[in-house]
């Protein structure tokens, strides 16, 4: 079961977050996402989420977006936490308008 949602900033995310928690969703299940690198790690530090590493990618992808534009790596660390490619191609979209993403996945931890 994957859910996916766009909040406007880190408090409106805490609230979703903390739904899905009751949900049954664990930290590891709950991916955050933004278009900012930096603004990525700050949040998913600050509200305990998971960031797509090299084990959901695999080492090859990971490589690969090292290379890659900003929105190339986002949409393959969502299609990672297991979006569809155009589900990812929706949300990258998503992110460019300042968005974060939420997208939680019980199957993928």
Do not use: C, W
Not at 41 to 46: M, T
């Amino acid at each position: 079961m994957v859910i996916k949602l766009s909040v406007e900033n880190a408090v409106q995310a805490k609230a979703e977050i903390e739904k899905l928690e009751t949900q049954g969703f664990t930290h590891d299940d709950i991916y955050i996402f933004a278009h900012d690198p930096k603004r990525t790690k700050d949040i998913s530090k600050a509200l305990d989420t998971e960031s797509v590493g090299m084990k959901e990618q695999g080492f090859l992808d990971s490589m690969k977006n090292m290379t890659s534009s900003r929105g190339d790596e986002l949409r393959a660390k969502l299609e990672a936490a297991g979006l569809t490619k155009e589900e990812a191609e929706e949300y990258e979209e998503v992110l460019d308008t300042g968005k974060l993403v939420i997208v939680a996945n019980k199957d993928h931890s």
